[in-house]
């Protein structure tokens, strides 16, 4: 991801990462839908703590919108 930022980026401004962690993978639970997302969360540094778990209001075509 990093080289196809910058190859866009091309120079023109100036590219500052201020966070970078490997991918997780999340505790899933049987009968209940899941789904492979990528996105922004604080569980990689919570990871510490235990398995992950992440749970939603269902399909994350809802997410981040009016209920």
């Not at 490997?22 to 604080?42: A, G, I, Q, Y």
């Not at 990689?44 to 009016?66: E, V």
Request: glycine share 6%; charged share 20%.
């Amino acid at each position: 991801m990093k080289a196809i930022l910058e190859a866009a980026v091309d120079g023109r401004a100036e590219v500052q990462y201020l966070s970078e962690h490997d991918p997780v993978h999340l505790l899933t639970v049987d009968d209940l839908e899941h789904c492979v997302v990528r996105l922004l969360r604080d569980i990689p540094y919570l990871s510490h703590w235990g398995m992950p778990l992440l749970l939603g209001p269902g399909s994350i075509l809802n997410a981040h919108t009016d209920p």
